[in-house]
Structure formats: C-alpha cells, structure tokens
C-alpha cells in the first residue's frame, strides 16, 4: 500500500448479480497522483468495481471515500458535485453518435460546466490536439472514426475537464499492438500534463506496465496482490504469475458462463 | 410445492416489472416538470415527432377519409340516410380515427426509432458515459422525448382531423355527386367541440404512452443487438396495445353515460 494520502479509498466492497457473487470484500486504496492498474480476467469483476465507484451501479455492502468523503448512498446533488471530478475513458470509446467529434469532447464543458459554445469549442480542438488529431478530425462525426481516432477522441474527452481522477476501461482493447502503444504513451502523456490520480482496469500486460504505477490483481472478487510494476515479475503468487504470463495451465479457471 | 415455485417466480417478476416500470415513469414525469431543461434537445423530438410524422399522418388520414365516406354510402344508401355521411366521417375521424391512426403511425416510426436509438445508447455504454459527464440521462434523453410526444401529437391529430374531414369531402363531392357547400354545411352541423377536445386529450396521452414505451425499453434494454431488437418490438408492440386500452378508457370517460 502507498504512503500517500488516499484520493479513492474502497473498502469491504460486495456486489452479487442473482446467485453470482462479482466483488466479495475487495480493499483498494489509491493514492493523489497514483496510477494504480487493477487487472484480472474476463469476468472477475473489474468493470464492476469501476462502475461502483462511478455511481452506475450501487454496492450491496461496503465503503467507497473520494477524498475521505463517503460516496456510497450519496444524495444526487452530492453525487452530482463528485462527479465534477472524474474523467472517464470507456472500453468501446461511448462517443455519442448523435454529436460531432468536438461537441462530443466539449459536453461535460458545456453540460457540467455552462461553458458557452464558442469557449468550449475551442477547448475541445486543443484537446483534440493534445492527442494528436488536427480541427478537421473536429467536425467529422464519431462514425467516421476509425477505432484508434475513436480511442483518442474518448481520451480527449476525459482529459476535456481537466479532472482530478481519470478512469481508463481497457484502454488498448480492440486495437492493434503499436495503436495501443500509441495510446498508452498519450494516456501517460494526458494524464502527466494534468497530473491527475487514475485508475485503470485491463487485462493487456503491457499497457498495464506502461500506465502503472502499481498494479493489482482481482481474482475471486477481492484483490489478492498488490504491488509495484517492478514487483509483479517476482509477486511469488500463483494466480499473478499465470495471468502475466497468460498461461492455460494454473489456479485460475475461467468461466465459461457470464 | 414444484407446481407453485414457477408462479411465484413469474408473480415475482411481475411485481419487479411493474415496479420498475413505476419507478421509471414517476422519475421520467418528475424531470419533465423540473429544470434544468435542455431546448435544443426538445425542439429536436418536436421537429422529429411532428415535423417528420406528418406525411405518414397525413397520407393516413387522407385514405381514411375517403374510406370511412365511400363505405358509409354503401351502408346508408339502402336507407336513402347519404345525408349522414357527413356525419359519421366528421365524427368517426375527430373522436377516434384521427388519434388512434396518428398514435398508432406514431408508435411505429418514432417509438421505434426512439427504443433502438436509446437501446443502442444503453448498450453501447453511451447512457453511462452522460452519467459520468455530469448529465442526467433523464433529464437530457427521456424528459425531451416525453415533453415532445405530449405537444406533438395534439398538433399532428389536429392537421388529421382537417385532412380526414376532406377526405371524407373529396370522396363524397367527386365521386358521390354531393353539393360541395351542403357537404360542408352537414359536417359544421354535426361537430361540436367536445369531439375536437376529446381528440387532443386523447392525442396527448397516445404521444405519452408513444414515448414512455419507446424510452423504457430502449433504457433497460441489454445484451447487444438482439436486445435493442426486442426493445423495439416491445416498445411498439406495448405502445400499441396500451393505445387500444386507454383509448377506450378515454371515450368512456368523454362519451359514456
């Protein structure tokens, strides 16, 4: 566990579909500034965790501070005002298809914030810059995109607030190896400039070794290892070792089932 | 009892529906009437629902008309009645036609269109990304959709009332050799304004009904393109049905005695 004072501080987290059991008991602490990457496999609960913290979904059971402060049974305005400091980056981008891309970077401007239009568009295309797409990428419409410009575009949009927090949902999914490269090196890059806390869920090891900070492993919905990157090569666990190594053979069986 | 576990899982589901559906309805109605609201988002659905909708209301109203005139001929002509025609197409066309043909056109285009649209949204994580920029999917998605259904059907129901009524005139002045000016003086005789109003009412709570059942399905709709699928059969499927039900319901309340 880090020293720093706790930016998100999840604790005896429980969360069951019917009979399915996703998070039983899971202890999670990220530090002002951290980036902490939660990994594990299909199913185990990772978006689960993320969505919990975000308010999407509410927990059966357990704690969840932002900034000390207690989220879980929030009253909506308060909810309202916590949510002012997340940015969030969704697995399959989430763009609206109804908007243009810089409407798309510019909404939580203009919703969350009253930013008139004009401002607010400007903000969107240096945005848009910072991950190295130019203002006519701004006018396109989010279908247009290819799935490595919709991963920028999304990105953009997290960082378009200037958030305290960032949440990444599998930042490198559906893309190819050096697409994902690129995104890791911007999501490093976005999230240095604002120096932001983030915390990611992934299963691809090697974005998880560029974005982190520490890593954890969420396995039987709790996590059962936690360290640095450099740690995770010699973690002496089990259940680590197979995952980074992708092995078939091993502790962890997978679920065919959702 | 193995006979009983299987009702009271369906009865429990029911329960949870209808809860749900409540609970959905109570909170869709409650971001109509409380700010913020979102203009631009409104007049959107408006031009959608209304804008949109009229040539297929229209074209429905048009056919109905001249309909409803040649087969009342053939049925009053036996009792040298023709004079009625005017009657019945004026009337069948303002207190029942017009809105339950609009309602029905508008649940398969814009209830439709609306569940898919949300469904997608829902499953494609685009309602959570509002959540998470601070936005009130209630208020941002659902709210406009309902205020534009309940302002926009009135609207479309009363250009069918006119379009119906000259149906009914065309079929009746062309084809059946009416006098145009009896023709017209017949319809005015027999329409009140409780046959308008009842009408209205009735197009609102269908623009309601349209809506809330395209909204609903498509927010809880899962499982990827199947589930948007279904959402909007549902959406059409129920909004049809609940049209027929409180259409009866709202002709017993104006007309029963």
């Avoid at chain 1, 059991?21 to 602490?29: A, M, S, Y």
């Avoid at chain 1, 979904?57 to 400091?85: A, F, N, T, W, Y």
């Avoid at chain 1, 690129?182 to 090891?205: F, P, Q, Y």
């Avoid at chain 2, 303002?94 to 649209?117: F, H, K, N, Q, Y």
Wanted: glycine share 10%.
């Amino acid at each position: 566990m880090t020293d720093t004072p706790a930016k998100i501080q999840i604790r005896n987290l429980h969360m069951s579909f019917g009979s399915k059991v996703v998070l039983n008991g899971l202890d999670l602490k990220v530090g002002v500034g951290e980036s902490v990457v939660v990994i594990g496999g299909s199913g185990v609960g990772k978006s689960v965790m993320l969505k919990c913290v975000l308010g999407l979904l509410e927990p059966e059971q357990g704690s969840i501070c932002i900034d000390g402060e207690e989220v879980v049974g929030m009253s909506p305005k308060d909810r309202d005002r916590v949510m002012r400091k997340f940015g969030m980056l969704f697995q399959g981008a989430a763009l609206f298809d109804s908007l243009p891309v810089w409407q798309n970077v510019a909404f939580g401007l203009v919703q969350a914030m009253g930013m008139e239009l004009q401002k607010a568009k400007e903000i969107a295309l240096n945005k848009l810059a910072q991950v190295g797409l130019g203002p006519e990428v701004g006018e396109l419409w989010p279908a247009e995109l290819s799935g490595g410009m919709k991963k920028r575009v999304a990105l953009a949009r997290a960082i378009a607030t200037d958030p305290e927090v960032i949440f990444f949902d599998e930042p490198t999914t559906g893309l190819d190896p050096i697409m994902g490269d690129i995104i890791n090196d911007l999501v490093v890059k976005c999230v240095r400039e604002l120096g932001a806390t983030t915390l990611s869920i992934t299963h691809d090891m090697a974005s998880a070794r560029k974005i982190a900070d520490r890593i954890a492993m969420l396995h039987g919905g709790r996590i059962i290892w936690a360290g640095s990157v450099a740690d995770i090569d010699h973690s002496n666990d089990a259940y680590v070792d197979q995952f980074i190594h992708g092995k078939a053979e091993g502790p962890i069986k997978m679920e065919v089932r959702a | 009892m193995p006979v009983l576990a299987p009702i009271g899982r369906v009865f429990l589901a029911f329960l949870e529906a209808t809860g749900r559906f409540g609970l959905f309805t109570g909170t869709a109605l409650s971001h109509c009437l409380r700010p913020p609201f979102f203009p631009r988002a409104i007049l959107h659905q408006m031009v959608e629902i209304g804008y949109y909708s009229l040539p297929v209301v229209g074209l429905t109203a048009i056919f109905t008309g001249m309909v409803l005139a040649l087969q009342s001929y053939t049925g009053f002509a036996r009792f040298n009645a023709e004079s009625q025609i005017a009657a019945v197409v004026v009337l069948s066309v303002t207190r029942e036609l017009a809105p339950v043909l609009a309602g029905l056109m508008v649940a398969g285009r814009i209830g439709a269109a609306m569940s898919a649209e949300i469904g997608t949204m829902r499953v494609t994580e685009q309602i959570d990304a509002l959540s998470t920029l601070s936005t009130n999917p209630f208020k941002y998605l659902i709210a406009p959709r309902l205020i534009a259904g309940i302002t926009m059907l009135p609207l479309l129901v009363f250009v069918a009332d006119i379009i119906g009524i000259f149906g009914g005139y065309l079929i009746s002045v062309y084809k059946l050799d009416f006098n145009p000016a009896s023709y017209l003086k017949l319809t005015f005789e027999h329409l009140e304004n409780i046959d308008v109003v009842s009408g209205l009412v009735k197009a609102a709570v269908f623009g309601f009904i349209v809506a809330l059942m395209g909204c609903y399905h498509g927010y809880h709709s899962k499982g990827g393109a199947q589930g948007v699928g279904q959402a909007t059969t549902n959406a059409v499927v129920s909004a049809s049905i609940l049209i027929f039900a409180s259409n009866y319901v709202l002709t017993a309340l104006f007309f029963g005695t």
